[in-house]
């Protein structure tokens, strides 16, 4: 695979399947729209979206009386606007092709006595979001297909986008400022919300203010594309000689059987992209316990013939960023690393800096949550005696994609050895001491 | 329909087909599970469940390695406790036929060094949501499964589950403290989590405890009965005489249609507890704008030929709760109204509780949100003069139920009338004096 990887072992053995089967179902929606709809695959222009679209809506577009001609305002079919808001999608990134989530708020003013139903304004965001997008064009699509659609005074929409962060792999580290994650707010408004001053856009806020959501926030047209995704930042540096050609080749087969057309402008550099990306993950050849090399300073210290017992005084590093990616799904998961332990005699306290490096070092691999967890557990523990207890708390990219859609969801896992596998009053002090929830 | 609607108006003319849809597509895994698998349907009792949870599973043990012979502890592929929190589902409530919320926090422990794939605690999960449920049932069902499947040495499972409040149609309203929801927590646990007091169930509370879940209030087996589903609590008292048997035989039909067996004791009374549900949203027959007699007291002290004007002073009335039924599932919606008006010269101020009456009023019918909002506005409008502004925030069952599953929308809907409709300024405050998120 390019990555080190032994493709026979049992872990990533269906894992092209698999990944396949994901990138599918991600865009999954769009075909099946175009199947029912018997338009032929090779006519999947835009007027071909809209099309399907307007079948969407037209059925559930229900009269509902507006005001009496005596009443002065706005209600129901005429004028009253009406928000959905917080409806939870993802997306694929049309740079890199990683999934991106995005939380929409999409509203409409009814005009001509009909009123949508309200799902659907959340099924023709889907259409548009089960393919390779960019947020503001997300944005634009859904906007005009829905206001071809309804045919209503304007159509308002504001999506908050999240993107997972990418490593410096020169630093071999990322951002902790970040979380992980890379945030863009964009706005897309048609009719009476077509000027991003016009009125009816202080009713829209004024109903998503709740959201943390400020208008100054939301990023101009135009000036996207230079901050949206990490891997058209600066510092995402891997050296070109190290992406081998095959596996962007067989990257960019992968967009053309998903029916896109790899030369499309903003798809021009997707493949190399998402084979650097995945270049991040290439199996290391460093076996730190046979040699060392990258922890010999420290192992230079330890004494391991010292007698057994242990100062009782808990070490912990609390919320260590870490990214990886599922071996499974070839899909990043990311979150934080909780490590307690306790210092045997004969060891020495460890720093922060290098306790991160080592999380990163077992993240930047193909991976699965446990298997992490205890690699980490287990070096520390050769650095600091036996009583170690490692917390992974993370966000899996593959449980919001691939049709399982739980958003918020996210995955513990726990390594306890030596005293922490017994002691259980040790164990809870740990637990007690990780800090509350935080959006992973 | 037996609710004194006209069953050829537009917006509930394909209500019937959508109900058998929404029903369908909510049971649908288990059938599509049975479909897949050529299991005959006759065939479908508890061990063809477990078959096919099998198949689900057995396909993603993924072989894990556990410690090695000289550590002491538990990590990866033996003993390290995974758990996959805030998987968001919903299910149908056995005694009554409503949709229900609930939020899984799954765990179990590995051993014979393999772990499970992620998505399939989810998956698993999901197969026994999607059929009529209990939530202890639910818990027990889905530990159970998981138990075979994975053989572990322990799976726990807790579920907090949401239902729709019932209104007490005696009083014309619901108990605004559970802000239209009843919440219950169960768990379920085998293996090392069979015993609730086992030492496991620390690490599995340790690492779900900022989700606001107090151990202590998990329902005990055996209670929950008699206090889960509203329509099994006595103060749901409509008059038999009022329930119609025609009614009642097509909801059985339903349940008949759905795989389900009406005779079994748990669905005894559930064809008559739905109806009694519908019934609560039965088409009144007052039409107040033409004899008044429910305001007829209000009425009295308005003088509509006073000279025109108002008082400078916005009223308002915030966070009314609300309950009605969508007319195009019928399916409930829920939340809360705020309502704000200016008094003109002539009329009067309006106490609360007569406002909370008239929200009840049409929410206790088949609706849409938008009608709904324009009524309550026009009602208004004419106890107070024209200048009134309402905003609907409401959670639609029909969003989380039905293969959309948007859990955490909501919808928000406006009627400004008079003033309010020119006035950008008095539209603003108002909307700036609704108080922040809820959950609805």
Sequence with gaps: MGLGEDVNREGIRKTPLRVAKALSEGTRDFFEECVSKNIDKKGLVIPGYIQSVKEIVEGALFPEEGLDKDEVGHAGGVGGLVIVRDLDFYSYCESCMLPFYFKCHVGYVPSGQRVLGLSKLSRVTNVFAKRLQEPQRLANEVCSALHEGIQPTGVAIVLECKHVHFPDTESNSFDSNHKGVVGILVSSGSGA?????????????????????????????????????????????????????????????????????????????????????????????????QNGSLWSGIYDALDPNEEEGFNVKLHSELNLPLLSQCEHHLLPFHGVAHIGYFISKGFHPIGKSFVQSIVHFYGFKLQVQERLTKQIAETISSLVGKNVIVVVEASHTCMISRGIEKFGSNTATIAALGCFSTDLAARAAFLESIPGPKSL
């Design 193 to 289: 919300f077509e000027d991003k001053d016009a009125d009816m856009w202080g009713d829209f806020f004024g109903l998503i203010k709740f959201r943390g959501i400020d208008k100054d926030n939301i990023h101009d047209k135009g000036s996207v594309d230079q901050c949206w995704c990490p891997s058209l930042s600066n510092n995402v540096s891997l050296k070109n000689e190290e992406i081998k050609p095959t596996m962007v080749t067989a990257v960019a087969s992968i967009l053309k059987s998903l029916g896109e057309d790899p030369t499309r402008k903003e798809l021009e550099g997707t493949p190399g992209r998402y084979t650097k990306w995945l270049m991040n993950f290439q199996c290391s050849s460093i076996d730190m316990r």
